[in-house]
C-alpha cells in the first residue's frame, strides 16, 4: 500500500525559509521518480519541482526555480524540499507525489502560509 506523509509546513515571514518533508512506504522508492505540487486558496494544483530516480535529475517549474531545493534520501525513502526566499504567492497546501509532475498518489499535505 503507497503512503505519504508530508511535514514541516507552518508560518513563515516573506524572504524566509521552510524545509518539507515526505515519509514514503510501499513501493520501490529508489527508482520513482518523486514530485511536490502545490494547491493555492481557490487556485488548481501547481506542479513545483521534479525529481527522478537512479539519478536524481531535477526539474522547477519557473515561479519556483532558484528559490526552492528538491531532494531526496533513498536510505530513509524520503523526499525534501527546501523552500527559501519565499513569497507571500508561495501560500498553499504542498503535497508529494508518487510520480513526475504530481501524476501519482499524494499525501494528505503540509499548509504553508507566507506572510507578515
Known amino acids: 500500500q503507497v503512503q505519504l506523509v508530508e511535514s514541516g509546513g507552518g508560518l513563515v515571514q516573506p524572504g524566509g525559509s521552510l524545509k518539507l518533508s515526505c515519509a514514503t512506504s510501499?513501493?520501490?522508492?529508489?527508482?520513482?521518480?518523486m514530485s511536490w505540487v502545490r494547491q493555492a486558496p481557490g487556485k488548481g494544483l501547481e506542479w513545483v519541482a521534479d525529481?527522478?530516480?537512479?539519478?536524481?535529475?531535477?526539474y522547477y517549474a519557473d515561479s519556483v526555480a532558484g528559490r526552492f531545493t528538491i531532494s531526496r534520501d533513498n536510505a530513509k525513502k524520503m523526499v525534501y524540499l527546501q523552500m527559501d526566499r519565499l513569497k507571500p504567492e508561495d501560500t498553499a497546501v504542498y503535497y508529494c507525489?508518487?510520480?513526475?509532475?504530481?501524476?501519482?498518489?499524494r499525501g494528505q499535505g503540509t499548509q504553508v502560509i507566507v506572510s507578515s
Open positions: 510501499g513501493f520501490s522508492f529508489s527508482i520513482t521518480t
Open positions: 507525489s508518487r510520480g513526475g509532475r504530481g501524476s501519482g498518489p
Open positions: 525529481i527522478s530516480g537512479v539519478i536524481d535529475r531535477t
